[in-house]
Every structure is written in structure tokens, then in C-alpha cells.
């Protein structure tokens, strides 16, 4: 878990999806917004293969990953001394809200996985500011949960689960830069 960006009493972690690492656009610029705004940010690697679906149903799936990241991300905040933590997480990543919600961590949620899944949960105990991005192309997404939950949500209409828009480069980019600014604004709130 490299640091990066200079030293600061605020750390945001950055939590990766499945098969999305922080090098990838979303947690990148995310990293850039943070850096801006002052805090330094840790790349989290999980430390062993996440769970496979194994031919479990996706809730199953989906509460085992929960289970697993959970157990790592409060290893992480157990070891911090820093007084300000934040958590940026993409997908699989996003299933720390948990966490968030029992430490009153502010976070980001990047294409969080709200159907059929027991996310929505525990974004609806959370007391810190957290912030939604997702799109209604997506199959993991639901605009209703989000939009109930009462917190910003910034929503894309035909990005996929890495929110981008296949085989059209520019208007992924364009997804890109919308939710990164949507990030900036979010961010400059803390």
C-alpha cells in the first residue's frame, strides 16, 4: 500500500473493485481530487483472491464480499493513527460502507453494488457524508436505493459498471470527467 501525495493528518483509502485496481480512471482521479483537497491517500491491494461466486446466488456472492472486505479494511483502520480517514470504494471496494457507517467515515462510492445485495444496509446507517456514483446501465445499480438513501448521487444513463460506454472513447472520457468533478465538489465539503 503505497503512499502517495505528501504527508497530511487526513488519509483517504483507496479501496479497489473485483477486477478494478486503483491505477484504473475512477480511483486514479479520485486520488487527483483527494491529493488537491489535501489529504493523502493509501492504495489498499487485498491481500488474498476475493471470494469467487462458486455458484452461490449473487446476494450470497455479494454478502461473502462484504465479509471479506469488511474484515480487511477495518485490519487497515486498526493500524492508523491518522485522526481523519475517508474511504473512496469501487464497486466490491464500496462494500467497506459498513465500516464507514460503525466509524462515521466519510466516504465515496464508486459503482456500488445496490441490488440484490446487503449494501444498501449499511449506507442507510451511515452518519458521515458519503457520496454515490453509478449508472442506469448498469445492472449492479438501482436509482431508486440511490435516490432513497437522501445523499448526493451522481448518475450517469449509459456507462457500464466501469463506467464507461462501449466502443465510444470520448463520451467515456466525458462520463470520466463528469464524475470526477462530481467527486471535487463532494470532496471540497469535508
Avoid at 489535501?38 to 487485498?46: A, M, P
Avoid at 454515490?132 to 438513501?149: K, M, T, Y
Amino acid at each position: 500500500m503505497p503512499d502517495r501525495g505528501s504527508p497530511s493528518p487526513r488519509l483517504a483509502l483507496l479501496l479497489p473493485g473485483l477486477r478494478y485496481s486503483p491505477e484504473r480512471p475512477l480511483l486514479h482521479f479520485a486520488r487527483a481530487v483527494l491529493h488537491k483537497h489535501g489529504w493523502t491517500t493509501r492504495e489498499v491491494r487485498w491481500p488474498e483472491r476475493p471470494p469467487e461466486p462458486a455458484g452461490q446466488d449473487w446476494h450470497a456472492w455479494s454478502t461473502r464480499l462484504r465479509t471479506f472486505v469488511q474484515a480487511h479494511v477495518s485490519r487497515l483502520l486498526d493500524q492508523e493513527s491518522t485522526p481523519d480517514i475517508a474511504l473512496v470504494g469501487k464497486s466490491m471496494g464500496a462494500f467497506a460502507a459498513g465500516v464507514a457507517a460503525d466509524r462515521s467515515l466519510p466516504a465515496v462510492w464508486l459503482t456500488p453494488v445496490l441490488r440484490d445485495s446487503p449494501l444498501p444496509a449499511d449506507l442507510r446507517r451511515a452518519t458521515a457524508p458519503f457520496l454515490l456514483v453509478g449508472s442506469v446501465a448498469d445492472p449492479s445499480w438501482d436509482p431508486g436505493i440511490a435516490r432513497d438513501l437522501g445523499r448526493p448521487v451522481h448518475e450517469a444513463r449509459d456507462a457500464d459498471h466501469s463506467m464507461e460506454i462501449a466502443d465510444d472513447p470520448v463520451r467515456s472520457v466525458e462520463v470520466l470527467r463528469d464524475v470526477t468533478a462530481a467527486v471535487d465538489a463532494f470532496v471540497g465539503t469535508w
